[in-house]
T-cell receptor, first 113, second 116 residues
Framework: NAGVTQTPKFQVLKTGQSMTLQCAQDMNHEYMSWYRQDPGMGLRLIHYSVGAGITDQGEVPNGYNVSRSTTEDFPLRLLSAAPSQTSVYFCASSSAPTSREQYFGPGTRLTVT | AQKITQTQPGMFVQEKEAVTLDCTYDTSDPSYGLFWYKQPSSGEMIFLIYQGSYDQQNATEGRYSLNFQKARKSANLVISASQLGDSAMYFC?????????????FGQGTRLTINP
């Protein structure tokens, strides 16, 4: 049981490049989320999903796209990377709306130059 | 207005002492949940403890307990008998409503340092 996995662990992009951060979970969780953590800050919600085919915006969605075609996968796409998107990105999943716990992936450290 | 406020940017505690990390929250929803996470220098988010707004008793998990004062909207984390391995960032987070598990709001964190 791998839990929540994220790839890559580290990534350096040039301004204007696009890329996809991968997130997968093997716990059959319906609820998945993407957060970003800037230095010295708490996590902020980017996008979330309540099931395959259903996504919605969080607090800081600009510059990011998501889709959810399967229960297992929830990729995050950066459309045109900017230095302001330099951050650590966490994916999380939970089994129910009132779940006592979210399972976090190990994070992806992204640097945009 | 900030929904989660952690007023202690840094705390320094002697090993074996108890430590209280403060968290206040703001919500008008009667159904909510409060979480504490530990983030060591390696970066992963480790779940510590959860308190639901309707829970009758304060949550406890081993050396961790949550001092939940609903009227004051505070949910302080208490770590008893601190250990060197407790040195980390600690985040308080809130879920609002019955459909919000995937939408946590985090505080800015408290960096806890345990001195030998």
């Amino acid at each position: 049981n791998a839990g929540v996995t994220q790839t890559p662990k580290f990534q350096v992009l040039k301004t204007g490049q696009s890329m996809t951060l991968q997130c997968a979970q093997d716990m059959n969780h319906e609820y998945m989320s993407w957060y970003r953590q800037d230095p010295g800050m708490g996590l902020r919600l980017i996008h979330y999903s309540v099931g395959a085919g259903i996504t919605d915006q969080g607090e800081v969605p600009n510059g990011y796209n998501v889709s959810r075609s399967t229960t297992e996968d929830f990729p995050l796409r950066l459309l045109s990377a900017a230095p302001s998107q330099t951050s650590v990105y966490f994916c999380a999943s939970s089994s129910a709306p009132t779940s006592r716990e979210q399972y976090f992936g190990p994070g992806t450290r992204l640097t945009v130059t | 207005a900030q929904k989660i406020t952690q007023t202690q940017p840094g705390m320094f505690v002697q090993e074996k002492e108890a430590v209280t990390l403060d968290c206040t929250y703001d919500t008008s929803d009667p159904s909510y949940g409060l979480f504490w996470y530990k983030q060591p220098s390696s970066g992963e988010m480790i779940f510590l403890i959860y308190q639901g707004s309707y829970d009758q008793q304060n949550a406890t998990e081993g050396r961790y307990s949550l001092n939940f004062q609903k009227a004051r909207k505070s949910a302080n984390l208490v770590i008893s008998a601190s250990q060197l391995g407790d040195s980390a960032m600690y985040f308080c987070a809130m879920r609002e409503g019955r459909a919000g598990a995937q939408k946590l709001v985090f505080g800015q964190g408290t960096r806890l340092t345990i001195n030998p």
